[in-house]
């Protein structure tokens, strides 16, 4: 069974710095591109940063120029490095991540796996 374990969450202060880690596990084969959202209270989930197996990445405008998301294909795990946070990052994280994976080559098929959510809150 595949499964995604965030970590590095936490309540830092305005202006200050948190990392995030996805590790992925289980029986897979591929994993294609991977991603982070944020769901704040009251709000729908957004996607906040995504980056494909060959690196490319992609980031919501809020986010541009103070989060880096980055991957380890070896590790098989997605990280969001958050500088310069403001309260309104505040939300529950989760990673995302496309993944082929099956107990055998005749059950394998690619699905959208999600993790459990990591809270991080900003104070002001």
Do not use: H
Not at 23 to 52: C, D, H
């Amino acid at each position: 069974q595949v499964q995604l374990v965030e970590s590095g969450g936490g309540l830092v202060q305005a202006g200050g710095s948190l990392r995030l880690s996805c590790a992925a596990s289980g029986s897979i084969f591929s994993i294609n591109a991977m991603g982070w959202y944020r769901q704040a209270p009251g709000k729908q989930r957004e996607l906040v940063a995504a980056i494909t197996s060959g690196g490319s990445t992609n980031y919501s405008d809020s986010v541009k120029g103070r989060f880096t998301i980055s991957r380890d294909n070896a590790k098989k795990t997605v990280y969001l490095q958050m500088n310069s946070l403001k309260p309104e990052d505040t939300a529950v994280y989760y990673c995302n991540a496309q993944i082929l994976g099956g107990s055998s080559l005749a059950t394998v098929k690619w699905e959208d796996y999600w993790g459990q959510g990591i809270q991080v809150t900003v104070s002001s």
